[in-house]
């Protein structure tokens, strides 16, 4: 059964904006910190954002005023909105709950 369904990726220019979702079964949604990561070709995955069920918010220094993480508890879905693109944010987008890993999906960010 899947738990976490991302959508949102693509491919955007530098300076570009983009918004990615995650969706989230009710029960995961509600018992656990929703966390976005990302992996690079060649590179570890990192994580990028994260979200408490009270609402606090981390950022990796890299996306720090730039990317905004969000809940939405009547959707039970995580957002990543994600501002001033830069082609080092290309990579694969990982939804990320407890144990639980959403597919990926890809941004890139070229010109």
């Known amino acids: 059964q899947v738990q976490l369904v991302e959508s949102g990726g693509g491919l955007v220019q530098p300076g570009g904006s983009l918004r990615l979702s995650c969706a989230a079964s009710?029960?995961?949604?509600?018992?656990?910190?929703m966390a976005w990561y990302r992996q690079a070709p060649g590179k570890q995955r990192e994580l990028v954002a994260l979200?408490?069920?009270?609402?606090?918010?981390n950022y990796a220094d890299s996306v720090k005023g730039r990317f905004t993480i969000s809940r939405d508890n009547a959707q039970a879905t995580v957002y990543l909105q994600m501002n001033s693109l830069k082609p080092e944010d290309t990579a694969l987008y990982y939804c990320?709950?407890?144990?639980?890993w959403g597919q990926g999906t890809q941004v890139t960010v070229s010109s």
């Open positions: 990320n709950a407890g144990h639980q």
């Open positions: 009710v029960m995961i949604y509600r018992a656990y910190t």
């Open positions: 979200i408490t069920t009270g609402g606090s918010t």
